[in-house]
């Protein structure tokens, strides 16, 4: 394991690798959650026209995270326009009737266009929403059934528990602005790190290295696990620090958003070996990893919201990895499960596999 130990001390030798690696996403975190104990609760306005249990449930479990009131529908555009509320429901008469039947019924929501503040609201809305829609479906349109269900699942059997976007344990909405921070730091530090392949084609490393009994296919291996560990230990670092010294929400499955943030890692580190082994030398790998990063992170919601941005740009955001992982973050930070994102682990996974096989076979290719 040669090159894994040289890579490794190579890699920390300099200060500046740690402070890229390590300072600069703390401070980021830092600046991200600040203020985040004194935010005011979100106000949202429910229009019920169904008036059933399953409505009734439906506002529950927005009264958990939001302060809810009653008022009629025609002072909503005047409320959201004057910041009086950030998000208004209206569920239609006939609702819970459709969702029984297996349907797809629609609530009517409205927001204010710009922010993200009602991220936290729709998230959990709509994964409280898909459950009920669950429940109808293995009911087969019996009422009975569904409703054993409901009270199954809210007597606490299978219970997914939903936490305030502000307890005073750190706002979740803030929680996904310093993970997309993150993820951004993450694509720099692997693209970073994995110049080092580079640095040893440009003073002829390859050379020496390949008269020794060391061949191409171990000085990969070796390289890939010396940047992979390395991102493992920044990621394992950064949610160390969520936890237990800022105390930060980390929602209902830490495990989870951490199993995530490692398959991402194996993501950017096969995306910096592709981008590194197609190079000339450093100065077209700097450019190429700028021009991949920075729209990945724009249109990926590591700048900004995907929800602002327009129709066109958010259609071309559907194939970016950074949206799947920022998205995928957000749903599991709201509730949602890791089984629920398997469509995301399978896309980063299948990409890195494809970014490595090409950059072997470049590098097999190369002297």
Known sequence: MTIFKATLKRLFRQKSNL?????LPLIFMVIAFSGSNGTAPLKVTIIDNDKTA???????????????????EETIQNNLINNE???????????TDSLIKGEDPILKTYEAKEGNTSTAIKTSLNNYINILKTF????????????????????????????????GEGNKSKTNTAMAFIVLNLLFSATSATNIILKDREKNVFTRLFTTPMTRFKYIFQSLLSFLVITFVQITLYFLVFKYIFKFNLGDSPLSLYSLFLIFGIFTISLGVFITTHSKDLRVSGTISTLVILPFAMLGGC???????????????KVIPTTWINTSN???????????????????????LVLLGLSANKLKNRA
């Open 303 to 317: 700048f900004w919201p995907i929800d602002v941005m327009p129709n066109v740009l958010k259609n071309i955001s």
């Open 19 to 23: 402070l890229f690696l390590i300072v």
């Open 85 to 95: 509320i950030d998000y208004a429901i209206v569920i239609p008469k006939g609702y």
């Open 54 to 72: 399953i409505t009734e449930s439906i506002i529950n479990n927005i009264k958990d995270k939001a302060e809810v009131n009653f008022d009629g």
């Open 330 to 352: 957000s749903n599991i930070l709201y509730g949602s499960t890791l089984s629920n994102e398997m469509t995301t682990i399978a896309l980063l996974l299948g990409i890195s």
């Open 136 to 167: 109808a479906k293995n009911s087969n349109g019996n009422e009975e059934k569904f409703y054993d269900a409901v009270k199954y699942y809210s007597d606490g059997s299978y219970k997914l528990s939903y936490t305030s976007v502000d307890k």
